[in-house]
């Protein structure tokens, strides 16, 4: 399967699609930081574009022919840590995002965002908007923690594909999550050489300390060192010298959205920060794409079978090697479950 990354930052979904084995063939951002970042680590180009240029965004897709299009529009005017005022403007990409996809028509296409844009007027619009022109809608939120990713971070899916039945998909993502949340032990074992650590609350009423024996919580773009009147939280580990406590470095943190320690960051720690923060965690990329690609095989199993017609004779009966083989082949057939 061929995809194009649109909003692809520095590559996060990109990366983890490409390892669960869809060939990305292009990508499209309007942050030159993001764009650098994304071409030292990729043999294929991201281009520095404006994606509400829609007849520029199609001209670039279409010289690569893809069957999807994937990407995450701009999530601040729904987040948490944003205003969450869809008349700011950003939310807009969502629509423009639909655009393309619609005009463009490839077979799958994959939008991710945070859980909140399931409340909002612009997620029932663009539903409606993929279902007119044809397309079967899976919408799901996803906990990375249960994805291959020791991170609590929940992010929203919006999964199409041309002729299927809305949510068909579900069931096989949800068969393949995992029993139990991924701890930063878990996946860094004792690599970061500390037990605990400190990450900066929105507000002095939630906890700041996290032990590496639990997911992280969501990484941001903010990343600052504790504060020295820091008072402990009722929720912080209550042993513990907060002389000793230290925020996690910017590449760090990378890890903890599943980037390879191969991967290359340059650029200023704000830059750094902003992106690794916005990045979907590669691990979630591909275990998202991993469930695409079992649906979609298992679907082109069973279209195969349907159009496939037996005789209504038995062909043992006949001297024909290559029947009776052909059609033992054709029987072990089983599409997957």
Not at 48 to 66: A, M, Q, S, V, W
Not at 76 to 102: M, P, W
């Amino acid at each position: 399967m061929k995809c194009v990354d649109l909003f692809s930052g520095c590559g996060g979904l990109s990366l983890g699609f490409q390892k669960a084995g869809i060939n990305v063939l292009a990508a499209i951002d309007n942050w030159d930081k993001a764009v650098d970042v994304y071409n030292q680590n990729f043999s294929h180009k991201c281009y520095l574009h404006d994606l509400k240029d829609e007849e520029g965004t199609l001209e670039i897709i279409r010289k690569y022919n893809p069957d999807m299009i994937a990407g995450g529009p701009p999530c601040q005017d729904f987040s948490s840590a944003g205003k969450r005022d869809e008349s700011l403007g950003r939310a807009d990409l969502t629509y423009h995002f639909a655009n393309i996809v619609c005009a463009y028509k490839p077979k799958w296409f994959v939008m991710e965002n945070v859980e909140r844009i399931k409340k909002s007027q612009i997620l029932s619009d663009v539903v409606k908007q993929y279902t007119d022109a044809g397309y079967g809608v899976t919408t799901i939120i996803l906990d990375a923690s249960y994805c291959n990713v020791p991170q609590a971070r929940k992010r929203f899916f919006l999964i199409g594909s041309m002729g299927i039945k809305h949510n068909e998909i579900i069931p096989i993502i949800r068969k393949n999550l995992n029993t139990k949340q991924m701890t930063i032990r878990d996946y860094l074992g004792n690599s970061l050489g500390l037990e605990y650590y400190y990450r900066h609350p929105r507000n002095y009423n939630r906890r700041g300390v996290f032990s590496i024996d639990e997911p992280s919580p969501t990484v941001r773009g903010v990343n600052r060192p504790i504060p020295s009147g820091y008072n402990k939280h009722s929720g912080d580990p209550v042993h513990i010298d907060l002389s000793d406590i230290r925020p996690l470095t910017t590449i760090e943190r990378s890890y903890l959205q599943t980037f390879p320690k191969t991967f290359k960051f340059k650029g200023t720690k704000t830059n750094l920060e902003q992106m690794i923060g916005n990045a979907v965690p590669v691990n979630l990329a591909e275990f998202l794409a991993k469930g695409i690609l079992e649906y979609d095989i298992s679907r082109e199993v069973k279209v195969h079978k349907k159009q496939i017609m037996l005789p209504n004779f038995d062909c043992y009966t006949m001297p024909n090697k290559a029947i009776r083989e052909g059609l033992r082949s054709l029987r072990s057939l089983q599409p997957l479950n």
